[in-house]
DNA sequence: CCAATTACCTGACTATAGTCAGGCATATGA
DNA sequence: TCATATGCCTGACTATAGTCAGGTAATTGG
């Protein structure tokens, strides 16, 4: 705790200041953090203001600034939706975008610089840690609608990759379906994991009366694996199961998910008979709530 | 270098967005900021100007404003000085102070939080790994007279340790002299290294003609030992030696400073016949510079 | 004791950040 | 096809951050 408050204190404070003399150089620091997060790729006007949670309003005054001066191209995007615009850089905003490249670069070099080389790389070692353990933890698991966007993109990405690793890859048509209402209180639940909005996992739940708990469309991105996630959507399923009431969860799965097995064993599942006749199924767990 | 930079982008600006948040509750950035700095103990105006890097214009409106708010107290200070003023917080303004600290742990409650037990070990773990090696990289070794009174602070803070950990104490009177001027350039060089203003260390290198160039009053603060600080002071005394035009350097020193004598060996010194007659040395080392 | 310096304060600025209501064009769903 | 929602833009703001040229009182060095 002491720990987390002296970092935030210190190197917050410090690196980001540092950071941000580096990043503008004479331009205004939003100007210059706008066109280095178009980046060389572009960007579309909605994924900026997400990605730099700015308002609608100043975005749009900031990408004008740019444009004014002739290092950013705003125009409609690709997408079929005329209304989404996209921001490009120009051949002069490109130049200006590996300048603040380069001056990323300079900044990491003056902080390695007075190390020596064992420390660097302890640095390295810690820097890395940090971060992946920062992210696991801005990780927010919310329920939401099954309907909504995000989790349907995570539902998509669910089936994609069932498709990928089942040997006989994966027909949702063959498969039990899953009605979304059977997924909204009070008959279910379904949560979704995002990152700074955008969706990295899920999970769902059924409590349909009269049939035990049991859980379905468990999904972690692959992006944040290793993090604990899994783990996470699953405890918070059970969690939401022993407050409605019930005392077991169960659920079903393939042979291929090794992770997902690995999980389930490890968080007190014990496999049991057959429950249903799920084709896709190999295993049957079940776990007491206490 | 590239975790570095993913390091500086993620999580100073995550983190450092999500800092402010909780330490501005209404009131602006920063005079929140200057009021946290300020503390309970109180702050020389000077101080503060040097730990926030504040104009002296913008700290004094900031002050007038929380002197409004009837948060803060400025007056003269304790020190002989009238001009020097110092900022103490009011009862309001210490419950202010509180709050503030309240919220601090609730951002770090709020980091711990999503997190399991095993990940909060590991991530306060290399979160403080960071902070020692980032403390490493920002401090300065810069050349200082050494009648600056940082350089005065560390020389004093020398003999005091000398003092405590000779076996008979340690008197200035008895011991060699080292006259100012002979570490002004060309006659030598006084090395100051210093964190964030802060002197944390020194390293004195005398260049007089005819005799081999003597390293002398190499000490590091306690607050950043184990960071290689005083490898560094040793090695850029050498290079300023070797710049020189000297072959070698030699110093003395006393049995008791384990850590210097280590330090010495492993930096490629070898122990010869006393050089000298300084009384209170019991080990003379030199070393051939390439 | 006087000139120079130091520590801080004040007034008058400019620039950047951020907000809000309203507007236009496009898309969507009944 | 028409009401509604969405994505973005504009104008008119306010607030915060930051700078700079003086100014005053205390201190220091000759």
Redesign the pocket.
Request: glycine share 14%; aromatic share 4%.
């Given at each position: 705790m002491a720990t987390v408050r002296r970092f935030n204190r210190t190197v917050t404070q410090r690196v980001g200041a540092l950071d941000d003399e580096y990043l503008?150089r004479g331009?205004?620091?939003?100007?210059a953090r706008l066109l280095w997060e178009i980046g060389p790729a572009g960007a579309?006007?909605?994924a900026l203001?997400a990605r730099l949670g700015?308002?609608?309003?100043?975005?749009?005054?900031?990408?004008?600034a740019l444009e004014a001066d002739g290092l950013v191209d705003?125009c409609a995007?690709t997408g079929?939706?005329?209304?989404?615009?996209e921001a490009t850089l120009t051949t002069e905003g490109r130049a200006e975008w590996a300048v603040l490249d380069r001056e990323s670069d300079d900044l990491a070099r003056s902080i390695l610089g007075p190390l020596s080389t064992g420390q660097q790389g302890r640095l390295a070692t810690a820097m890395a840690e940090v971060e992946r353990l920062l992210m696991a933890s801005m990780i927010d698991l919310a329920p939401s609608p099954p309907g909504d966007p995000r989790a349907r993109s995570c539902l998509r990405a669910y089936a994609r990759e069932l498709s990928q690793r089942f040997d006989a890859g994966f027909d949702p048509a063959v498969s039990k379906p899953v009605d979304d209402d059977d997924l909204v209180p009070p008959k279910g639940v379904f949560l979704l994991a995002t990152l700074s909005g955008e969706p990295v996992g899920c999970g769902a739940l059924k409590l349909l009366p009269d049939v035990p708990a049991e859980i379905k469309r468990l999904w972690v991105s692959g992006t944040v694996r290793g993090l604990g996630v899994g783990r996470r959507i699953l405890s918070e399923l059970e969690r939401r199961a022993a407050e409605a009431g019930r005392d077991s969860v169960r659920l079903d799965t393939n042979r291929n998910l090794v992770e997902a097995i690995r999980l389930y064993r490890s968080s007190g599942y014990t496999e049991v008979p057959a429950y249903n006749d799920e084709p896709y199924a190999h295993h049957w767990f079940s776990k007491r709530l206490t």
């Open positions: 503008s331009r205004p620091l939003g100007q579309e006007v909605a203001r700015l308002d609608a309003g100043y975005l749009s005054r900031l990408l004008r705003v995007g079929g939706d005329a209304r989404v615009r």
